[in-house]
């Protein structure tokens, strides 16, 4: 009989753990945002958007979404180009009132599965599918039109699932003459090139990017200069020689370069850049929406990131950008009866084995 309670007792130690349910209560941070990974994200090119909270559904509760943007801004900026945060990941479908929300916290970009569009906001559509590993589709990446943004789904961890990524895929598009960036980038950089002018005085021409008075980003412009015209020098209004890009370069950055049209430059907002002509009788500006002349874009879309150390630790060494849509974590309140539990594990397990030494002793 004695065995018999002994072994129930034990049984009910070691299950009860398993039976306890976690409390959620509050909610954690996540300490990657601004150690470490956080800022060398933010130095490579990436952006850090808005996700709302672990669990919580923005149509239900909007406060979930200035709220994500407090916690975001409290601990990074947004991206190199500014530190607000303009871009959020929704679901499939979102009401007025959640639209309303969401203009009001200042928010300028949405995606990636909206089933419709949004009055006076940017939606970003899905449209390059997954690096998860087996679900990659190499053929849809490789179909992109001219001067599209293809927006590719990554998500590290569905519940306690590791995901791992597609190799082929990521390999093949690190091989691809495109331009890296980020929703917030892309978003930006095509109004700045809007807004590039043009004055000539004689064989010179100065070319000038007003700041935007609407936008918390300063991401630059660029444009196609059309002219037979050939270039004696580019020079930033400080007069030093303004840098050259070279045609291989996928990150966004300020400079220049000759094309069979022309050339093709690339300025801050608040800049004023002179170029020289041997003879500039004629010329037309042409805005670019994509960086350095290259075919399209691409971003990789982190969704639901709780953890940035585990979306962002297999990419390290890669040179694509991704646009990070942050969740803040929910807490876990560990239950009171599981310390109760331990400190019954901690007794009983020695007085059990004493127990079961000294039957086999007198056996």
């Not at 871009?87 to 916290?105: C, M, Y």
Request: with cysteine.
């Amino acid at each position: 009989m004695g065995i018999r309670y002994r072994g129930l007792f034990l049984l009910v130690i070691f299950v009860t753990p398993l039976l306890a349910p976690t409390v959620v209560a509050d909610w954690d941070d996540d300490n990657w945002l601004w150690n470490l990974i956080g800022p060398e994200r933010l130095e490579h090119g990436d952006e850090f958007a808005c996700h709302g909270y672990e669990g919580i559904d923005i149509n239900e509760d909007n406060w979930a979404i200035e709220s994500c943007k407090e916690y975001l801004n409290g601990h990074t900026n947004s991206s190199r180009w500014g530190s607000e945060a303009i871009s959020f990941g929704v679901p499939n479908s979102i009401d007025e009132d959640t639209v309303s929300a969401l203009k009001e916290s200042g928010f300028l970009i949405l995606g990636d599965n909206l089933i419709s569009d949004v009055d006076g906001m940017s939606v970003v559509q899905r449209n390059g599918g997954s690096i998860e590993q087996n679900t990659a589709n190499l053929t849809l990446l490789d179909s992109a039109e001219k001067d599209t943004l293809i927006s590719i789904y990554w998500e590290a961890r569905i519940f306690d699932l590791k995901v791992r990524e597609d190799k082929d895929a990521i390999n093949f598009l690190e091989n691809q003459d495109v331009w890296y960036t980020t929703w917030g980038e892309w978003y930006n950089h095509e109004i700045s090139s809007s807004l590039i002018t043009s004055t000539v005085d004689n064989n010179t021409l100065i070319l000038s990017l007003d700041v935007p008075l609407s936008n918390s980003w300063s991401v630059p412009g660029s444009i196609l200069i059309q002219t037979s015209s050939s270039i004696y020098s580019v020079n930033d209004d400080e007069n030093f020689s303004y840098p050259v890009l070279q045609e291989n370069e996928k990150i966004l950055q300020n400079g220049w370069r000759t094309v069979d049209a022309g050339m093709i430059i690339t300025l801050s907002p608040g800049s004023e850049i002179i170029v020289e002509f041997d003879n500039i009788s004629s010329y037309e500006l042409y805005p670019l929406k994509t960086f350095n002349n290259l075919h399209h874009s691409v971003t990789i879309v982190g969704h639901h990131v709780t953890n940035l150390h585990e979306w962002a630790n297999d990419f390290y060494d890669s040179p694509l950008l991704f646009t990070w849509l942050i969740e803040r974590p929910s807490a876990l309140e560990m239950d009171w009866r599981l310390p109760i539990v331990a400190l019954g594990i901690l007794i009983a397990t020695p007085m059990t084995i004493k127990w079961l030494v000294k039957r086999d002793q007198k056996s």
